[in-house]
């Protein structure tokens, strides 16, 4: 498929920073912080029957499996660690995800689940907040709402490269309360555990996948269209959303099969679809065996039992160095890669909003390169873009940036994120409504542990999770100004959820993208744009090669 533009396809190794952001995705945040709700005792036994007058008057549901007693929480009502899958555990460890089981009495949904198991080597705050029994949901609704009520349903998909992050990072009691909306956080397998194209694991299960992170997410949303009305949800409009690893595995949704249906707007945020690509079967199951060979699982026949036999760590500590590259396509869950699925008009065709920060590089530049001179900022450009070496020295000079770092950030954001953010907007855009933004917040907070002393990390990658969510991995509060505008972001997101367009009375009109006009979140002045492609200079790079798929 030709990139919007007729924009070279073929490849050329790029520089040695755009080499390592996977593993950066993988590693920059922690998965848990102080604060957090998760725990590491597994939550598929917390079913239990209370008759103290405290758990009376706590909100309970019914869904398929039993009754669910919640809690309220500020101007909202939660319900956590609600399994939407069976423990994936022991023979149930890399096959499909099967139904919950039920529950007698009333279950407690008052704790966060743990998280799976991560195969980052920074992992969580707290180590022992994980579980290959991590398959559950955060449910967050407006305190009052009632079944009947149809209320929108915003399903989110937490990054990290496949390989870390939790849903119990990414609370929902704000946006439900402010939006009337019913917010649905879930967890997904990672790592191999989440991703093995073995065809000895793959015909197991009636999709010939192994992957089984990508079969979560649409049992999630299975698990969504039957129970959510129990919370006032609306079943026939459900938003599925993601940031990162999250935004591919939305565009992986939007290209499977299986999940047609199962949603009805879509948000991709920093994760465009021409950008992360998906391995063929071929490339997926070589790297499969190499791993099951490191695990020390070589023979064939036996695969199967020994992987499932593996300690999870040394699952972990074979992929240290070998990571996952997530979803496989060619399989019978995800045919054709997703950039190509949506190229050919056939996907699961929704509303989109889509978009990314100003400088999503900048989070990777400094923990790669936190001190790169101007001498090695020059040689990596020369060595990296051959020919076109000296070309992107003159756009991209350190003079006109201030530092090597910010330059090699802006050279990074520009060929990756920003414009391949625009040119899958452009394949969505011919096809069905589509909503671009540019986050754009001068002074934001970063990721919690991430920040290196005397760099500019602002509008870096993840920068707008504090925005949208009640967000547990940020280094600081947001200021009263920042807060302001996240008001006004949680109001589009949900006016989007509500009825497929952002329009909210009083702030600024969002049209759509056919025109390349995008949407500037800035707290001192929200604003459309149509300098966007200039700005990071996509017509340079639709001339360039394509940049490594993250």
Known sequence: MKRPGNRPTSTRPLLGTALTLVALLASAVPAAASGSESTSTSASASASASASAGTLQRPVVTVAQGRLRGKAHDGAEEFLGVPYAAPPVGEARLRAPRE????????????????????????????????????????YRPKGARTGARLPVILWIHGGA??????????????????????????????????????????????????????????ALRWTRQNIAAFGGNPGNVTVSGQSAGSASVCGLLAAPSASG???????????????????????????????????????????????????????????????????????????????????GKWNKVPVVIGSTRSESRLFVALSQPRLTEEEYEAQILAGYGAAGPEVLARYPVSAYGSPYLALSAVMTDSSFACHTAWTAQLFASQVPTYAYEFDDPDSPTLAGTQVPGLDMSNAHSAELAYL???TAGDRPLTQVQAALATRMKRYWGAFARFGSPVVPGQTAWPTTGSGTVLSLNPEATRTSSSFATDHQCGFWRTQPTSPPL
Do not use: K
């Open 100 to 139: 919950p089981l039920r529950w007698g009495g009333v279950r407690e949904a008052d704790r966060q689940a743990p998280a799976c198991v991560q195969f980052s080597p920074f992992g969580l705050a707290d180590p022992s907040a994980v579980s290959e029994d991590c398959l559950y949901l955060d449910v």
């Open 162 to 219: 496949y390989t870390m992050g939790t849903g119990t990072q990414f609370g929902g009691r704000t946006m439900a309360d402010l939006t009337n909306s019913v917010v649905v956080s879930i967890n997904y397998r990672l790592g191999q555990l989440g991703y093995l194209a073995l065809p000895e694991l793959a015909r197991e299960n009636a999709r010939r996948t192994g992957s089984f992170g990508l079969l979560d997410q649409v049992e």
């Open 262 to 344: 199962l949603f009805h707007r879509a948000v991709l945020q920093s994760g465009p679809c021409t950008l992360i690509g998906t391995p063929d079967s071929a490339r997926a199951e070589s790297q499969a065996r190499e791993f099951a060979g490191r695990v020390g699982c070589t023979d064939a026949a036996t695969f199967a039992a020994c992987l499932r036999a593996a300690p999870a760590a040394a699952l972990v500590e074979a992929a240290r160095t070998l990571p996952t590259s997530g979803p496989a396509s060619g399989d019978g869950l995800l045919p054709v890669a997703p950039a190509a699925a949506i190229g050919s």
């Open 469 to 471: 969510h009640d967000f």
